[in-house]
């Protein structure tokens, strides 16, 4: 059983950032793929971000965090990030970690265990 626990979430105004935290504990950080989605109020969960158990390869939804968000991770500190810059109301969502094995992807379906999420509130 894996436990993730997601901080750093707040109301932001936008064009500003925010650092969102996700805390591993209950298995070996490193040999997880760890994920990063979002979901918005009366919207679908949504991919935003992946990366691989090394933290060698990574994916960014190419449409809504390419170019203003980044995916990092220490494995040391069991914990992986979402670096947000540039934000816009459009971003307002709970922002969820996930976690599954082996290859990086985008659907949510094959993430095994998820946090309780933080909110992200972008005010224009």
């Known amino acids: 059983q894996v436990q993730l626990v997601e901080s750093g979430g707040g109301l932001v105004e936008a064009g500003g950032s925010l650092r969102l935290s996700c805390a591993a504990s209950g298995g070996t950080f490193s040999n997880y793929v760890m994920g990063w989605f979002r979901q918005a109020p009366g919207k679908e969960r949504e991919f935003v971000a992946t990366i691989s158990m090394g933290g060698g390869s990574s994916l960014l939804n190419p449409i809504t965090a390419k170019g203003r968000f980044t995916i990092s991770r220490d494995n040391a500190l069991n914990t992986v990030f979402l670096q947000m810059n540039s934000l816009k109301t459009e971003d307002t969502a709970v922002y969820f970690c996930?976690?599954?094995?082996?290859?990086?992807?985008?659907?949510?379906?094959?993430?095994?265990?998820w946090g309780q999420g933080t909110q992200v509130t972008v005010s224009s």
């Open positions: 996930a976690v599954k094995t082996w290859t990086i992807s985008t659907r949510a379906d094959e993430y095994r265990y």
